[in-house]
């Protein structure tokens, strides 16, 4: 005889979906689905869609390899944007942090991730070759490396700036500094020393 | 620099206890196994955000609970600082929580908060021991005296290890072990400069204090043996030397697949009347020189930060001859505040106030 369940089988199916998502555990799941279960149907169907869409029609941009419904994707094909800049950055996800500040007005290259050896993740892992390649058709004036200021993102910095530098154009590093509204007194030895490095003439 | 409150929960075999121990010098008797060194190892964790007696530290949480929490009010000249060092367990290792006035900060923010200086019987073993044990004492003093040196120690590391995973792999991408090397480089030689300093001045009150104590019969010096040979202390003679030494073992580090230059291959020599304690020294005379770099360190740590650490002794004295025993407190001179484990109250303790401890409880003795 079959044990009794105490949970239908396809609301068990979809918490064991939901908790194998980044950050989801079983009692987040569990709230995630019986929310749904008082959703109309429209709503359950339009997230199903969705995510089914993200998978069928996202692609990666053949130029900047960031993600994109046509490629080239919009960044690279608004005539707009300032074509003699690129940013490298490690994800897609970055692209959205930089967009956000307004500030920048040049294109991207998403190199997919950080080196790291001991990961088993070298620069043949990542987009290296084809920024290298890029870089040699399009001649941009300056290329600005947005990697993140830790030891990976440090290090993929230092690699890729080797690659480039002999090619010509200006290699430039996101500056060090303490955040906006913050305190000198609160920031850390290490932070602030860096920031007195990176100190301008007012 | 003193501790007035301390707090245990679910730590060791202790679930709940609070503690208040005196200025001067805080005694805890029992018989063995009731619970002493867990307490001095709490008390120790608020300093350095480390066990001295486990790297998994996961032990440290009591049978049944989920998590260990050590807090203590440090009042020092910068004012009074609540500190707080967390054990959690987690699915695969624990995981470690570090507050500073209730507010969860990285560990490089909490370290050194409370400055201490632990000194337990394995730091006996330290001269005859593998040069693993002397760059480990050195690595916990500066980084708890100076936060930089702890950054640069973590950068150096990190590159350290990817550049073994290069080496071990095989995929010689040139440029990017010069990447790591220039890494290594600029860490180790920040790594170099400061523990060349911080040697020099422990050898300073090190043979002060033995000097004292053998009457002016032997000479204790201790020596800086670095790994990459500078001709001068200086940054630019530093790099040039590492840079040299990396161009010149390139093939050997690739035969053996493993980083073979710089300072995490550094040693600490002990020398009396001009020859090796480690190679000739008795085992007598290498616990009086561990003792006299126990008493440096106190001192140095003090001048840098300008106070008093607080000593942590746990079980050494009774290690050690009633001679020597009493020449190291003698050498420390006035505590502002220390803990002492001891199984029976020794009249050499200047004792403030004692504690007994029976199975995990605590009572003051009057």
């Not at chain 2, 040697?199 to 090190?206: F, N, R, S, T, Y």
């Not at chain 2, 053998?214 to 040039?240: F, I, K």
Request: aromatic share 6%; charged share 25%.
């Amino acid at each position: 005889m079959p044990v009794p369940r105490a949970i239908a089988e396809p609301v068990a199916a979809l918490i064991n979906e939901f908790s194998k998502l980044p950050t989801i555990g079983p009692k987040t799941a569990a709230r995630l689905v019986f929310y749904l279960l008082n959703r109309p149907r429209h709503e359950a169907q339009a997230l199903a869609e969705a995510i089914l869409a993200v998978k069928d029609k996202v692609h990666l941009c053949t130029t900047c390899y960031s993600l994109t419904e046509h490629d080239p994707c919009d960044l690279c094909s608004d005539e707009r944007r300032d074509a003699s800049m690129i940013c490298v950055v490690a994800e897609a996800k970055d692209i959205y942090a930089i967009e956000r500040t307004g500030a920048y007005k040049g294109r991207y290259h998403v190199l997919g991730g950080l080196i790291s050896p001991m990961d088993g993740i070298g620069p043949a892992q990542l987009r290296v070759k084809e920024l290298v390649e890029r870089v040699g058709a399009d001649a941009p004036a300056e290329i600005i490396l947005a990697t993140n200021p830790n030891a990976e993102g440090e290090a993929t910095a230092l690699y890729v700036g080797r690659l480039l530098q002999p090619l010509g154009m200006a290699v430039t590093r996101l500056a060090y500094g303490l955040p906006i509204g913050g305190d000198i007194d609160y920031a850390d030895e290490v932070t602030l020393a860096r920031a007195l490095e990176g100190r301008r003439v007012l | 620099m003193r501790l007035p409150h301390i707090e245990l929960t679910n730590f060791r075999n202790y679930r709940e206890l609070e503690l208040e121990p005196a200025a001067g010098l805080n005694v805890f008797l029992g018989a063995n196994a009731q619970g002493k060194s867990n307490l001095l190892e709490a008390i120790a964790m608020l300093g350095t955000g480390k066990s001295f007696r486990t790297s998994r530290e996961s032990e440290v949480i009591r049978e049944g609970a989920s998590r260990a929490v050590v807090t203590g009010e440090a009042h020092s000249r910068m004012g009074i600082v609540r500190l707080g060092c967390m054990v959690e367990s987690g699915p695969r290792s624990a995981h470690k929580r570090y507050l500073v006035n209730g507010k969860d900060v990285r560990y490089a923010r909490f370290l050194g908060r409370a400055a201490v200086v632990t000194f337990v019987p394995a730091d006996l073993q330290m001269i005859g021991g593998a040069p693993s044990l002397r760059r480990a004492f050195l690595n916990a003093a500066l980084s708890q005296e100076q936060p930089p040196y702890y950054h640069e120690l973590v950068r150096y590391q990190r590159a350290l290890t990817q550049k073994n995973a290069m080496l071990r792999s095989e995929t010689a991408d040139r440029e990017l072990l010069e990447v790591y090397e220039q890494t290594l480089i600029e860490a180790g030689t920040a790594l170099w400069l400061a523990r060349d300093e911080a040697v020099q001045a422990l050898a300073l009150h090190a043979e002060q204090a033995h000097r004292r104590w053998s009457a002016g019969t032997e000479h204790l010096e201790l020596r800086y043996h670095p790994n990459v040979p500078a001709q001068a202390p200086t940054h630019d003679a530093v790099v040039e030397a590492f840079t040299t030494h990396l161009r010149a073992h390139r093939d050997a580090e690739r035969v053996r697949r493993t980083a073979l230059v710089g300072p995490h291959r550094d040693d600490l020599r002990f020398l009396l009347g001009g020859t090796s304690l480690a190679a000739y020294g008795s085992q007598g005379q290498q616990r009086t020189a561990v003792l006299a770099l126990k008493v440096a360190e106190y001192h140095v740590m003090r001048k840098r930060t300008g106070e008093a650490p607080i000593l942590l002794l746990d079980d050494v004295l009774s290690e050690l001859d009633a001679a020597r025993a009493a020449a190291f407190l003698e050498g420390i001179g006035d505590v502002d505040q220390g803990f002492v484990t001891a199984t029976e109250l020794d009249s050499r303790f200047p004792a403030a106030r004692k504690f007994e401890i029976d199975a995990g409880r605590l009572r003051v003795q009057a």
